[in-house]
Structures are given as structure tokens and as C-alpha cells.
């Protein structure tokens, strides 16, 4: 081994402990920018016992990102293979979406897949993923009805797509998803169990700014002072999940004031889509929370600064242990594992 491939090698290393990352042995990151070597190369791990997990992402990668890259390594351990994938995935977006906008840093974003140890970033064009007479979609139909879906028609169906398309290219044993978007997470949870894919999904919390705001790319539309009144979402969603949980509220109409009342006082310059309690497995409205039957249920909030429109929750789970206990063996059962407790 020549002195400087040595050193870098030494460098490496000392940057992957510095990150706490156990992901010592860092070639440099795989980029694959078609479905066919994608597909090929999964093959090639696959063959040689590797496990592969994958971290979809439309790329703009934040700190929130980074986190679901480092929760898939730890998921995955250092003689796994973690994939990002960066795709912004035209079929998603609406008519009068910001699809032409979207940021597309992507030499800031290989860094960040470098710098989290990624393995390998699948980067397609639109034109190699979509054939241009393709004629099947997938679509969800239930719980697509509600929440970012009422004023997102067609978004979800073409979530479903894209990601479906992903599992069959890199074939992961887990993919992670954040809770941020937890209706897409709801949503890909019933893809998983309705067309058998044989993976788990890693659900991994939602990454903030200090101020409590959710990470998004979409943050960087937002002018000062929208900004400064952006984190009152989150206050907004505490302020009920307190009454939920510290003073016992259950009428879920009470809860939802709250949430309004925060917002209209603390984000003035906010229009609400929606401020919304639903089941947190159907997404379907609920009138009442913390029933005995273990379910967790979900306060929702999306909201329109100008044009940009944020989303963030809140889950409110069963105290009690038995509801508790149940609400985790219906987890494991429809393999969806929460925070951090993946076993692969
Ligand atoms: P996107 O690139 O926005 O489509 O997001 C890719 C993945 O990152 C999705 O699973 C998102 O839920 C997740 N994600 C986005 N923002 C955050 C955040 N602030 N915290 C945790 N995960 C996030």
C-alpha cells in the first residue's frame, strides 16, 4: 500500500470516529445513474451476502437526511451497504408545484452522502426511471383521501410509484423514512403490507432547528419574517399535545382549537391548510384520543407562509402499559418499527 493511500485511509478513519460512525473502511461512494446498473449492482451485493438498506431522498439534503443516512448505517452495520437515492421525482409534484424550483445542490449533497458513510447515491434522470408511454401507476386509495392529500391530489399516488420502483431496484432489507412526512410513512407502510415487500421500514423522528422548526428544503423559501413566525407550528402541536397529555384532554375538536388558537396568535402571516386529529394507523378524523384501545393518534398541521407550505406533527401515544403493549404488537406485526428499536 503506497504512504498516501495509507494516510488517507488513517484520515478516513479518524473523520468516520470523530462522527461516532463504527463505518471505518470508506471507499469512495458509488454513483449509479440508471435503473439497469442500479438494479445490477444490488445484484452484485446481494450475491456476496450483503444486506442493503436505502434511504429515499429528493436530495437538498439537510441535517434531517443525514439522520435517517446515519439511523440506516446503524440499522445496517458497517459490513452493510446503505443507498441513498436523490430523485426529484417529477410524478409527485401538482401542476402549480415547485417541481422546476426544487434545489438540486448536488455536489453539497455527495458530500453529505460521503461524509455519512453512504455506499452508494442512485442519482436517475426522469427521462431512464419513466418510459415515455409508461401506463402503470400505483395508487393508495384510502388513506390519500385525507390530510396533504386533499390539496395534493395525485401526489401520494406518485409517491407510491417512485418508491415501489426503488424496492425493486435495490431490493433493501430496510428503508428508513422520517416522521415528518408521516402521512407518506402511513402510506408506504400499506404499500409494504398490500403488495408484500419483504423489507422494514425504519421510521426515524423528526430533526429540528434549535427554535423547534422541522427541517424541510422547502425552509429556504420562506423571507425573514415568515422564518422568524415558522416555529410556531411546533408550538402550535405542543400546546395540544400538553393538553393531551398533562391535563388529559380527549375531545379531539379541543385539542384542534388549541392548535388554531396558537397559530393564530404566534404565525399572523400564516393561512392553514388543515390542524387536524386523526388515527395515527388510518389517518381517518378522530373525535375522542387515548381510548383503551391502544391506538396512537396523530395531531397534524399543514400551514401556507406565501406560497410555501410546511407540515409537522405531533404522536400522541398510549400511556397506559397495556395500550402501549398492544399499539407495539401491532407495530411489529405490520413490521413498521418506530424510533429506534430495527433489529435486522
Ligand atoms: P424528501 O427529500 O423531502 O422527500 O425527504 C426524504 C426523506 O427525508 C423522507 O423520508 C422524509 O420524511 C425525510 N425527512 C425530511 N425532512 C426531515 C426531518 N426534518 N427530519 C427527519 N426526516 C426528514
Known amino acids: 500500500m503506497s504512504a498516501s493511500i495509507s494516510s488517507a485511509r488513517v484520515r478516513q478513519r479518524r473523520i468516520a470516529a470523530a462522527k461516532g460512525s463504527d463505518h471505518t473502511r470508506r471507499a469512495a461512494v458509488k454513483i449509479l445513474r440508471t435503473p439497469a446498473a442500479m438494479s445490477r449492482q444490488a445484484g452484485r ?4 451476502g450483503k444486506k442493503i438498506v436505502l434511504v429515499p431522498t429528493m436530495g437538498a439534503l439537510h441535517a434531517g437526511h443525514l439522520a435517517l443516512m446515519d439511523r440506516a448505517r446503524r440499522a445496517v452495520g458497517p459490513r452493510g451497504v446503505v443507498v441513498v437515492s436523490i430523485f426529484v421525482n417529477p410524478l409527485q409534484f401538482g401542476p402549480r408545484e415547485d417541481l422546476s424550483r426544487y434545489p438540486r445542490p448536488l455536489a453539497r449533497d455527495l458530500r453529505g452522502c460521503r461524509e455519512h458513510a453512504a455506499d452508494a447515491v442512485f442519482l436517475p434522470s426522469a427521462e431512464t426511471m419513466y418510459a415515455p408511454d409508461r401506463s402503470v401507476q400505483i395508487d393508495e386509495t384510502q388513506l390519500s383521501a385525507t390530510l396533504c392529500g386533499r390539496s395534493r391530489p395525485g401526489h401520494f399516488g406518485g409517491v407510491c410509484t417512485v418508491v ?24 408506504i407502510r400499506r404499500l409494504v403490507r ?3 415487500f419483504p423489507l422494514t421500514l425504519i421510521a426515524h423522528p423528526t430533526v429540528r432547528e434549535a427554535d423547534g422548526l422541522a427541517l424541510s428544503s422547502r425552509n429556504a423559501y420562506l423571507d425573514p419574517a415568515q ?8 408550538r402550535a402541536l405542543l400546546a395540544a399535545a400538553t393538553l393531551a397529555r398533562g391535563a388529559s384532554e380527549r375531545n379531539a375538536g379541543t385539542l384542534r382549537q388549541r392548535m388554531l388558537e396558537t397559530l393564530a396568535a404566534e404565525a399572523p402571516l400564516a393561512r392553514v391548510d388543515y390542524a387536524e386529529v386523526v388515527d395515527a394507523e388510518t389517518l381517518q378524523s378522530l373525535e375522542r384520543v387515548g381510548g383503551a384501545d391502544g391506538r396512537a393518534a396523530l395531531l397534524a398541521l399543514a400551514v401556507f407562509f406565501g406560497s410555501t407550505r410546511l407540515i409537522d406533527n405531533e404522536l400522541l401515544t398510549p400511556t397506559d402499559s397495556r395500550a402501549a403493549a398492544t399499539r407495539r404488537a401491532a407495530e411489529n406485526a405490520s413490521r413498521v418499527c418506530y424510533l429506534n428499536e430495527a433489529d435486522l
Open 45 to 48: 451485493w446481494l450475491r456476496a
Open 164 to 187: 415501489a420502483k426503488l424496492f425493486n431496484l435495490v431490493r433493501p432489507t430496510a428503508a428508513v423514512f422520517g416522521m415528518k412526512d408521516f402521512q407518506q410513512l402511513a402510506i
Open 194 to 196: 398490500d403488495l408484500d
Open 227 to 234: 422564518r422568524a413566525q415558522a416555529p410556531a407550528l411546533r
